[in-house]
């Protein structure tokens, strides 16, 4: 499968792999993963949102893999992942678990980061026992568990069935979005960025989403749809972190509060005044500075790990 469209250059452009491989998840589902920075690097683990890809993760992969090691890896029918005929909480668990056993050492730690559908995988995978040996914390980006549709702004309209109807059509349409025009860039804009977004970050978001196949994309506008992980939620016993804008029309805040209610050991939540639903994107340092924070509290350096080895065989 071809590599999907994106933006070839700037801080936006998804930078070479040191390699990829082929993940095969337990129902035959073939997922495209890319491995970044040195391979005795702390682990950091990305899983991007509906409609997106790898490519999503572009800034922070560049900055991360300086001195980390990060997984990143297409959702299934995203990015250069095939398109499966399952869709479901359980196919995107079964994804994940799939990518940690392979490209994590036994009882290796990583921090998991998922945007949107990727923290919605992140709990839905919450039991499963890759993630309990291999999720040393997690960050949760502009992501919900459940209500999705009825809770979306993306109409101006006032809540009640009527906006509801409505925002289930408009995000469950099979309609192909196009070209990457200024009209398509300015309803992407206005649907899941916030107003302050340059037209560098709208328009990288834009060919990204833009790639996604119109049966893809509806194939998982019913499974968010439908969503209802509150019980993955409960089960996330790692620390977490979480990240939403203040201008977010796909998962507002309330969710985000939902969730730091929720969570076993919530570790924090930033609202960021003005962005939208985009957050890895539209803020791309303070993302970055989160997975890195994580990854220092909780995972054990190297050093730290072959001091205790030597303690051991003292």
Known sequence: MSRPTHVADGPYAPPAPERELTVTAADGARIHVEVHGP????????????????????????????????????????????????????????????VLT?????????????????????????????????????????????GLVASATVLPMRAGRARTWLTRRILGSRAPLGPVTPLARRILKYGTMGPGSGAQV???????????????????????????LDHGVRELRMPVEIVVGTADRL?????????????????????????GHMTPVEAPELVTGRIRALAATYIPSARDERAVH?????
């Open 310 to 314: 030597a303690v051991e065989g003292a």
């Open 39 to 98: 391979e005795d690097a702390p682990a950091v683990v990305l899983a991007h949102g509906w409609c997106c890809s790898i490519a999503f993760w572009a800034a922070q992969i560049r900055e991360l893999a300086a001195d980390h090691r990060v997984i990143a890896y297409d959702q299934r029918g995203h990015g250069r992942s095939p398109a499966n005929p399952a869709y479901g909480t359980e196919p995107l668990a079964d994804d994940l678990e799939a």
């Open 251 to 275: 998962t507002p805040p309330v969710h985000a509060r939902a969730l730091a209610a929720a969570l076993p050991d919530c570790v924090g939540v930033t609202e960021l005044p003005g962005l």
């Open 202 to 228: 709208v328009d990288a978001c834009a060919r990204i989403v833009h790639a996604c196949p119109s049966r893809v994309r509806h194939g998982w506008s019913q499974v968010l749809d439908l969503l209802d």
């Open 102 to 146: 392979a490209t994590l050492a036994p009882g290796e730690r990583a921090v998991i980061a998922g945007h949107s559908m990727g923290g919605m995988t992140l709990m839905a995978a919450a039991t499963r026992p890759a993630v309990r040996e291999h999720a040393a914390a997690a960050l949760l980006c502009s992501t919900g568990s459940a």
